[in-house]
């Protein structure tokens, strides 16, 4: 039955409803396959590292949800759609989604990247990590994380948010639900939608 309007302003949909609660009939639930998938199996890449220690590009997909890795001196040929990749990190257990920066640690070759929508985390991978592996190392931070920074010197770790925007200043090693040592935020900072970071570690 069509629901009548609210006879007082202040009257909401309950009271329309005579506060009467209101619920599914039934729950089904459907396992069965797909008749066929529609997928796009290209690259989107959002990010791109460099490790110089072992001389190799890091590109970050933001749509197989996955961290390519190359050579740095690959060289596509002419004939090829693509070059293909040296190895690969995805999967479940990498936590690897809608991330949008990497950071290679330039002492051990750490590969650090940063969720940006759902998994609100920065996982850590050893430098060798390759297929569906689960993180040596995983930070819990603020929805909408973006990018990361690094003072090697006070092995401090930077994340840019979004929104509400801000910069959180954490222990590099830091893992888990450790806090930040500090923050950076408010009105006065005119951080506004953070993005990139750079840090100037002269000063």
């Not at 009548?4 to 909401?12: L, V």
């Not at 994340?159 to 954490?170: C, G, L, R």
């Amino acid at each position: 039955e069509p629901i009548q309007a609210a006879s007082s302003p202040d009257s909401n949909l309950f009271a329309s409803l005579n506060e009467t609660s209101v619920y599914a009939q039934q729950t089904v639930e459907v396992n069965r396959p797909p008749v066929r998938y529609i997928r796009d199996l290209d690259p989107i890449y959002s990010y791109v590292a460099v490790d110089t220690r072992r001389n190799e590009v890091f590109m970050q997909d933001t749509n197989t949800w996955s961290i390519r890795v190359f050579n740095r001196l690959d060289n596509t040929p002419p004939t090829a759609p693509r070059t293909e990749v040296k190895r690969l990190i995805g999967g479940p257990k990498t936590n690897v989604l809608f991330n949008t920066c990497i950071y290679i640690d330039p002492k051990n070759g750490d590969i650090y990247t940063v969720e940006n929508d759902i998994g609100d985390s920065v996982v850590v991978f050893a430098e060798d990590a390759e297929g569906d592996v689960a993180p040596i190392r995983k930070l819990n931070v603020t929805h909408r994380a973006y990018a990361l920074a690094v003072d090697e010197e006070k092995d401090e770790l930077f994340v840019s948010i979004q929104y509400p925007p801000q910069v959180a200043v954490y222990k590099k090693t830091a893992s888990g639900n450790d806090k930040p040592l500090r923050l950076l935020e408010g009105e006065s900072t005119r951080l506004s939608d953070s993005h990139g970071m750079a840090l100037d570690t002269k000063n």
